[in-house]
C-alpha cells in the first residue's frame, strides 16, 4: 500500500468547510456550486472542479448547484449546455432542482449595477476599448484616470439607461466601476462591469443589448444563490478582492472564496480555448473525440466514471498548481477495467495460419474464462478450426535471443486450444511478405497442455479464421509529443499535437463474440490492451473498437522505483 491509499487527511478546503460547520458559520449550512461557462466541453480538469464541489456538498450534508454562467451571448451554445450537463451525470453527480443560469439574474444584476451608480461607485465610461486598454496601465505603471470618471450620478443613471434602450453601438460605451485605477491589482482599476453587445442570447433572446462582464456577474450570482463556499481555481485568487469589493459596497449576502490548484496533466491540453482551436483547426473529429481529453472523448474511448473518479481522489486536492503524470490516469482505468472487463480474443494484424494435419471439415469449441479476476463472470466457448489468425508480430522468421514466441521449427500455445509447431513459411514470390504459416498441432494437447509435460514457453492469441469478425482498431495514443527537457514551448501549442496519436488499424480479426457487441462496452483484448465499442461508427456485424488504454502500466513502474 502507498502513501496515496491511506486514509487521508482533510484537504485544506474540506478543512476549512468542516470548520465553518463546527463555528456555526453561515448557521451550519454547506452551499456550493459547479459554474461552467458554455462555451465548451468539460475536459477533466473541470471534473477536478466540480468533483469537489458536489463532493463536498455531499460529504457535509449540503447542496450544490449547477450554474451556467452565460453572460457572452456570442460564445455560447445550447450544445455546450447539454453536453455539460450529460458529462457531470455520467461521473455520477446530481444537481437536483438546482439547475440555474446567469442570464436567469441580468435583471437583478442590471438593478445591483443601477444600485452602484446611485453609491457613486459605478460611472459610465465613453473611452473606446482600446483608449480603456491604454488608460488602464501595465503591471509596473499605474492606471490614469478616465476623463468620464467624474460624471454626476444622474448623468450615469441617464446614460446607462439608454445603453441598456439600445441608443448606442457595440463598444460606444461601457460601465464601470469606480475604484482606484493605481492599484497594483489590476482587476481593481475601474474594471469594466457592463457593454453593449447587440447580440442575441440563446436564453435571452433579444431582451438585452448590454451584458455583465463575467466579474460581475460571477459573485453577484454566488450571493443571490446563498452560496456558502465559493470553491474556484487558483487563477480568480487575485479577482477575489474585487468580488469582496463589490459585495461590499452593495451590503448584499457574502460568500467565502476558497481557491484550490488547477489540474495539469502531462502530454495533454487542459485549455478550453485550445481545445476549441484543436477542434476548430479539424486537428480531431469533435470534441467528443476519443483523442480529446474532454469528458465525452474519454467516455467515448473507453474511461468509466469511477476510473476517473478515482483518480481525481489520488489526484486530491492542493493550492499549488502542479503537472500529473497522465501515467497515473491511466493506471486507475486500467486497474477498473482489470476488475470489469471481459477478456476476449482480436488480432490487430493478422497472418493466416493454416494446421496442416488438423481436419479442413472440424469445428472444436473450447471454453474460455470470461474474466479471472471476477469468478461470476462465467466461461464462453470459443471456435477453433485449422484455419487461424495470430498476430504478425507474434512471429519472427529470425528470431531474436528472448523470442519466446512463433518461429521456423518453433512450437507455442494457442491460449486454450492447442500447441502448434511451424513447419514452414509460404511468402509472396514478388514482394517476399510472409502471407502465411503452415504449422502442425499435438492432438494429444486439447486445452493447450503438453502431455507429457514438455515446456512451451510462449502462449498466443488467435481466432478462427472461418468465425473471425472484421473490424476496425482505433489506436490513441498521447494528445502532444513530449517537449524537449528543459527547452522552452513552441509558441504555438499546436507544434507539439502528436502526429500518431490516432492509428486506424482496418481488416483486424475479433473472435465471434464480438459479433453484436454493444456500443459503449468494454474488453480486455487478451495481450493486447483494453478496447471499447465505438459509441458512433460501429454497426451490427462491423465493430469499431478504440483502445482506451494498453496493458503496459507505466505508472506501476514509476512507484515502484520511488519506493526503491
Ligand atoms: P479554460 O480556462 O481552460 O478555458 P475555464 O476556466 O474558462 O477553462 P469554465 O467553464 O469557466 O472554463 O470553468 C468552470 C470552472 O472549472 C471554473 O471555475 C474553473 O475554476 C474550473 N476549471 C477549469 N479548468 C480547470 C482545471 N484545469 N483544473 C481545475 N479546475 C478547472
Ligand atoms: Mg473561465
Known sequence: MDASEKTPALDFVRAIVADDTKTGRYDGRVHTRFPPEPNGYLHIGHAKAF????SIAEEFGGLCNLRFDDTNPTAEETEYVEAIMKDI????????????????????????????????????????PEETREYRGT????????????????ENLGLFERMRAGEFPDG???????????????????????RIIHAPHHRTGDAWCIYPMYDWAHGLSDSIEGITHSICSIEFEDHRPLYDWFLDQ????????????????????????????????????????????????????????????EFLRRVGVAKTDSEIDVALLEHCVREDLNRRAPRVMGVLRPLRVVIEDYPEDRV????????????????????FSREIYIERDDFREDPPKKFFRLAPGREVRLKHAYLITCERVVKDERTGEIVELRCRYDPESRGGEAPDGRRVKGTLHWVSARH???????????????????QAPPADFKDLLNPNSLTTLTGCKVEQSLENAAPGSRYQFLRRGYFCVDSLDSAPGA??????????????????????
Request: a neutral charge.
Open 51 to 54: 468533483g469537489l464541489n458536489f
Open 89 to 128: 451525470r455520467w461521473l455520477g453527480f446530481d444537481w437536483g432542482d438546482r439547475l440555474f443560469y446567469a442570464s436567469d439574474y441580468f435583471q437583478q444584476l442590471y438593478d445591483h449595477a443601477v444600485d452602484l451608480i446611485r453609491r457613486g461607485s459605478a460611472y459610465v465610461c465613453d473611452l473606446t
Open 139 to 154: 503591471l509596473t505603471e499605474p492606471g490614469r484616470n478616465s476623463p468620464y470618471r467624474d460624471r454626476s450620478i444622474e
Open 172 to 194: 460606444a460605451r461601457t460601465l464601470r466601476a469606480k475604484i482606484d485605477m493605481a492599484s497594483p491589482n489590476i482587476n481593481l482599476r475601474d474594471p469594466v462591469i457592463y
Open 250 to 309: 452593495l451590503e448584499v449576502y457574502h460568500p467565502q472564496q476558497i481557491e484550490f490548484a488547477r489540474l495539469y496533466l502531462s502530454r495533454t491540453v487542459l485549455s478550453k480555448r485550445k481545445l476549441l482551436e484543436i477542434v476548430n483547426g479539424k486537428h480531431v473529429k469533435g470534441w467528443d473525440d476519443p483523442r480529446m481529453p474532454t469528458l465525452a472523448g474519454l467516455r467515448r474511448r473507453g474511461y468509466t466514471p469511477e476510473s476517473i473518479r
Open 364 to 383: 472444436e469449441e473450447f471454453d474460455a474464462i470470461n474474466n479471472p479476476e471476477d469468478p461470476g463472470a462465467g466461461t464462453r466457448r470459443i471456435a
Open 468 to 486: 473471425a469478425i472484421d473490424a476496425e482498431v482505433r489506436l490513441i495514443d498521447h494528445q502532444l509529443v513530449e517537449g524537449e527537457e528543459g
Open 543 to 564: 465493430p469499431v473498437f478504440n483502445r482506451t488504454v494498453s496493458l503496459r502500466d507505466t505508472w506501476a513502474k514509476i512507484e515502484k522505483s520511488q519506493r526503491a
